[in-house]
């Protein structure tokens, strides 16, 4: 199966503009990103799709480039965009703000494509501040390792811890921290893009419940990965000092 890396990278940003471009240790945050998926053995090709030409100035230096529509409203149309002009089997739709992203998450979320038409990543939730924080999506699983559903809130609720703290609920029961991380059969992906916004993903604001709403499974890869992005500028500090060390 030939996979794809796609890295969504935009320019405008209310908490940070040009964050793509921004300088982390001497090197724009997007190249760190590229850098990263290139690693990974399971992709033919690392991809950066935007729509802003300063972006493609830039980035051009470093991998191929795909100018997409302004019009998209999500990084997934972008990516559907992209898959279109593009030979390949799947794509990994890779964040384009985390600078440290683990290679080999990629790949089994790649690997995952075997047997399943969409796939992400999550992982053990540690910090007690992540428990009822709503911008750390949660998601539960079935035995089969495919996602039930996504949420903002702390899912499941644990009826016999719920009296306890938060450490104790933890202890409790093994909940999933989403990894923003997928995975996509390539006609999975054109088909999903096709469907309206749907109740829950409207709900939730979580454009992975517009699969689950349609009956596409989402096959869930358990990682000892926590993911590190750059949301504010003071976050290049912090991802500088992990980089030294």
Same mark, same amino acid.
């Not at 989403?178 to 409207?202: D, N, S």
């Given at each position: 199966?030939?996979?794809?890396?796609?890295?969504?990278?935009?320019?405008?940003?209310?908490?940070? !503009?040009? +964050?793509? &471009?921004?300088?982390?240790?001497?090197?724009?945050?997007?190249?760190? #990103? =590229?850098?990263?998926?290139?690693? *990974?053995?399971?992709?033919?090709?690392?991809?950066?799709?935007?729509?802003?030409?300063?972006?493609?100035?830039?980035?051009?230096?470093?991998?191929?480039?795909?100018?997409?529509?302004?019009?998209?409203?999500?990084?997934?149309?972008?990516?559907?965009?992209?898959?279109?002009?593009?030979?390949?089997?799947?794509?990994?739709?890779?964040?384009?703000?985390?600078?440290?992203?683990?290679?080999?998450?990629?790949?089994?979320?790649?690997?995952?494509?075997?047997?399943?038409?969409?796939?992400?990543?999550?992982? !053990?939730? +540690?910090? &007690?501040?992540?428990?009822?924080?709503?911008?750390?999506?949660?998601? #539960? =699983?079935?035995?089969?390792?495919? *996602?039930?559903?996504?949420?903002?809130?702390?899912?499941?609720?644990?009826?016999?811890?719920?009296?306890?703290?938060?450490?104790?609920?933890?202890?409790?029961?093994?909940?999933?921290?989403?990894?923003?991380?997928?995975?996509?059969?390539?006609?999975?992906?054109?088909?999903?893009?096709?469907?309206?916004?749907?109740?829950?993903?409207?709900?939730?604001?979580?454009?992975?419940?517009?699969?689950?709403?349609?009956?596409?499974?989402?096959?869930?890869?358990?990682?000892?990965?926590?993911?590190?992005?750059?949301?504010?500028?003071?976050?290049?500090?912090?991802?500088?000092?992990?980089?030294?060390?």
């Amino acid at each position: 199966m030939k996979i794809i890396g796609i890295i969504p990278a935009r320019y405008a940003s209310t908490r940070f !503009p040009a +964050k793509p &471009l921004a300088l982390i240790a001497g090197k724009p945050l997007i190249q760190h #990103v =590229v850098e990263q998926c290139q690693k *990974a053995k399971s992709l033919s090709e690392v991809i950066v799709a935007t729509d802003d030409t300063r972006i493609w100035e830039v980035a051009q230096n470093f991998c191929r480039v795909e100018m997409t529509s302004p019009e998209h409203p999500s990084g997934t149309d972008r990516l559907a965009e992209v898959i279109q002009c593009c030979p390949g089997d799947a794509a990994v739709n890779i964040q384009g703000d985390e600078p440290l992203i683990d290679p080999s998450v990629i790949d089994r979320v790649a690997a995952a494509l075997d047997g399943s038409e969409m796939s992400t990543a999550a992982t !053990p939730i +540690k910090e &007690l501040s992540e428990y009822d924080n709503p911008n750390v999506v949660k998601v #539960v =699983v079935n035995a089969a390792g495919r *996602a039930l559903y996504f949420s903002r809130r702390t899912i499941p609720y644990v009826r016999d811890a719920a009296s306890r703290s938060v450490a104790e609920q933890l202890a409790a029961f093994p909940f999933l921290k989403h990894i923003g991380i997928y995975g996509y059969r390539r006609e999975t992906l054109l088909q999903l893009v096709k469907f309206p916004v749907a109740p829950l993903e409207q709900a939730e604001k979580l454009e992975q419940l517009r699969a689950l709403e349609n009956g596409i499974p989402i096959a869930v890869v358990k990682v000892d990965y926590d993911s590190i992005g750059v949301d504010m500028p003071e976050d290049v500090a912090r991802v500088e000092k992990i980089l030294r060390s």
